[in-house]
């Protein structure tokens, strides 16, 4: 079936026992692992990654491996990231199976109204999907109330905003601060703790959300000795999912903008549509990007931080490592753009 915003939160802390699979998809894939995370918190179960690509060569293994009793015991999510048309006919077999033991969560980013997986999901009753858009202005604020009550912090509106904009209102680096703010605290959902501006300022992220889009936007200029010399400052510490979302975020703005050029729109035209909405001190580079870049390498370079995205989340190695080698690749490509 088919979730509503006002609903979604409902259904994965109160996980129900008939629903087997859980599809989030849309834009903002971090809301999309968030609300995963919290059918797992409320089950108490652990993370089990399959790989769609298996799924495509025996569709049949899904609905075996939801149906199997975990080795130790625990309860178990399965987890699909990403989900593509690949698992199609193994979510069918999930759904036509008797019972099932485990749930299955899908990531699955953007899909078309014509895809088979969300019709899939829409039309079963032991399915839930749910389309995750990053949000702004007050739901912006919420989302940061109600993600910092989850650690036992009680947040006041004006910081919820402040939290919200330095991260770019993604709920995964939302998520990933509060924690922060909560073990400073010693607050908990048992023992909740008022949230001051001193504790923001005092745990804060070492990398101020305003140097982020510097390093995406060094990256797609091809500006390679700059980038390099940022990149050596980084801190260890630092993390690459935020510099990732700052890439994704100005490819967002691009992307349309570059289409538009090319259905025949003038530049100054397309320029001038940006409004307030561009900063105005950004203008020479955006209007720079869009002549480096066309629509079609603006769209590998998204397909690339998809996977970059899904590479820092998943792998062992640092992030600073797996971010530089990437970035400056970017860098590279651009350059040959000229």
């Not at 923001?200 to 889009?213: K, R, T």
């Not at 050029?261 to 203008?283: C, H, N, Q, T, Y």
Request: glycine residues 8%.
């Amino acid at each position: 079936m088919k979730a509503s915003k006002a609903g979604i939160g409902r259904s994965v802390d109160q996980p129900s026992p008939q629903v087997r699979f859980y599809l989030f998809h849309g834009p903002d894939d971090a809301q999309s692992r968030a609300l995963g995370e919290r059918v797992m918190q409320a089950l108490g179960a652990s993370r089990f990654i399959v790989n769609a690509g298996a799924i495509k060569s025996d569709p049949a293994a899904l609905a075996d491996e939801a149906g199997a009793m975990s080795l130790f015991g625990g309860r178990r999510v399965l987890w699909i990231e990403p989900a593509t048309k690949d698992i199609e006919e193994g979510v069918a077999a999930l759904l036509e199976a008797p019972e099932t033991e485990s749930p299955v969560v899908a990531i699955a980013g953007v899909l078309p109204r014509t895809s088979a997986l969300l019709k899939l999901a829409e039309a079963s009753s032991q399915a839930i999907a749910f389309a995750a858009y990053a949000p702004e202005g007050a739901d912006a604020e919420r989302m940061v109330i109600e993600v910092g009550r989850r650690f036992g912090l009680k947040i006041a509106p004006p910081l919820a905003a402040l939290i919200a904009e330095s991260c770019g209102n993604d709920q995964g680096i939302v998520a990933q601060e509060l924690q922060k703010f909560a073990l400073y605290l010693d607050a908990s959902p048992q023992s909740p703790k008022e949230l001051e501006r001193e504790a923001v300022d005092v745990v804060g992220a070492e990398l101020v959300e305003g140097d982020l889009p510097r390093l995406a936007d060094l990256a797609l200029a091809g500006e390679l000795a700059e980038l390099a010399d940022e990149l050596t400052r980084l801190p260890q510490s630092a993390e690459g999912i935020p510099i990732v979302r700052a890439l994704q975020r100005r490819l967002l703005m691009l992307a349309p903008a570059r289409a538009r050029i090319e259905r025949g729109d003038s530049p100054d035209g397309v320029m001038a549509s940006f409004g307030k909405s561009l900063f105005w001190k950004d203008k020479a580079l955006v209007e720079k990007l869009l002549r480096r870049w066309d629509a079609k390498g603006l769209a590998r370079v998204a397909e690339r931080a998809g996977r970059l995205e899904r590479e820092l989340i998943f792998s062992p190695a640092p992030d600073r490592e797996v971010l530089g080698e990437e970035l400056l690749s970017i860098a590279r490509a651009a350059r040959g753009r000229r």
